[in-house]
């Protein structure tokens, strides 16, 4: 069975502080999506990883995909309270067919 | 350019009632597709079309039908609506490059009661 697990669920932090979000997949896949969603909200495209070792920045926000290890990582730098929504991962199970994570819900706390 | 319109935004529909989501697009893109979110579970991939004329399954496909006799549009059909398909519904589009994702619709929040 395709799995697309997310850890943590639940992510609380203060302001200032590093952490990372972990998005592991079951299925050979090297093409990987980062979305937002903020509360009552649609989703919003973050980022694009599309081969093993790809990286990608944007302001406080950084992920990455290893697709050896079936695993792609968000990694919240210096986090400020904008940054409290929700984060899924979708991969590309083929034929732009996405299967998505069940979310990290972040809050960061002044 | 709209991107992905969907109506309506709230529906409430008895057990047994049917009902059609609406999804139009208008930036010529190939792919659609419908999810559905449920709290604690993401959103799950329910039917899928890769062009006009085709159409696949996704992870929860009972329940539910699409058909796609246009590029544009995307309408999901609830064949007999029951509570468990209460939930928030989302439609997105893509273009045919790996480069860029899905976009995403509104979403359609519905409740069968």
């Known amino acids: 069975e395709l799995k697309v697990e997310q850890n943590p669920l639940f992510l609380s932090m203060q302001e200032g502080k590093n952490y990372t979000i972990y998005c592991n997949y079951s299925t050979t896949s090297d093409r990987l999506y980062w979305y937002r969603q903020d509360p009552g909200k649609s989703l919003e495209s973050l980022f694009v990883?599309?081969?093993?070792?790809a990286v990608k920045q944007e302001g406080r926000l950084m992920a990455s995909l290893d697709t050896k290890a079936r695993l792609s990582t968000l990694h919240i730098t210096a986090a400020v309270h904008d940054l409290s929504a929700t984060y899924f991962c979708?991969?590309?199970?083929?034929?732009?067919?996405?299967?998505f994570g069940t979310g990290t819900r972040l809050k960061v706390l002044a | 350019n709209a991107g992905v319109t969907q109506t309506p935004k709230f529906q409430v529909l008895k057990t047994g009632q049917s009902m059609t989501l609406q999804c139009a697009q208008d930036?010529?893109?190939?792919?659609m597709s419908w999810y559905r979110q449920d709290p604690g579970m993401g959103l799950r991939l329910i039917h899928y079309s890769v062009g006009a004329g085709i159409t696949d399954q996704g992870e929860v496909p009972n329940g539910y039908n699409v058909s796609r006799s246009t590029t544009e549009d995307f309408p999901l059909r609830l064949l007999s609506a029951a509570p468990s398909q209460t939930s928030v519904y989302f439609c997105a589009s893509k273009e045919a490059t790996a480069e860029h994702g899905y976009t995403f619709g509104s979403g359609t929040r519905l409740t069968v009661v």
């Open positions: 930036m010529n893109h190939e792919y």
């Open positions: 990883l599309l081969s093993n070792g």
């Open positions: 979708a991969v590309d199970v083929g034929t732009y067919k996405y299967i």
